[in-house]
């Protein structure tokens, strides 16, 4: 079993950046590909990013694709997701997900553990 908390969340800026954190406890998630999701009040949970368990592999949503990094350090069994530019339409609540695949996929439904969310707003 993994346990998945997020952090990192918060109040923001237009144009401005925050970095969501996903701490895993329980087992190692080195083998694990990783995501993560946002859903948005009133809309449906939509996929970020991903990254693949040997960590050589990234995928982004079109939205984010320049803007957000998704990254990984196994020795804190730890994934990021550095956000930068951000825009008031990224206001959601953003969950981690892992996935006991190594293979990463923007498919919410193959992520095996999710963390709890972190709030992110953004104003205009």
């Known amino acids: 079993q993994v346990q998945l908390v997020e952090s990192g969340g918060g109040l923001v800026q237009a144009g401005g950046s925050l970095r969501l954190s996903c701490a895993a406890s329980?087992?190692?998630?080195?083998?694990?590909?990783m995501g993560w999701f946002r859903q948005a009040p009133g809309k449906e949970r939509e996929f970020v990013a991903a990254?693949?368990?040997?960590?050589?592999?990234?995928y982004y949503a079109d939205d984010v694709k320049g803007r957000f990094t998704i990254s990984g350090d196994n020795a804190q069994n730890t994934v990021y997701l550095q956000m930068n530019s951000l825009k008031p339409a990224d206001t959601a609540v953003y969950y981690c997900?892992?996935?006991?695949?190594?293979?990463?996929?923007?498919?919410?439904?193959?992520?095996?553990?999710w963390g709890q969310g972190t709030q992110v707003t953004v104003s205009s």
């Open positions: 329980g087992r190692t998630i080195s083998s694990y590909a």
């Open positions: 990254i693949s368990g040997n960590m050589r592999n990234t």
């Open positions: 997900a892992a996935d006991r695949s190594p293979i990463a996929t923007m498919t919410s439904r193959l992520y095996d553990y």
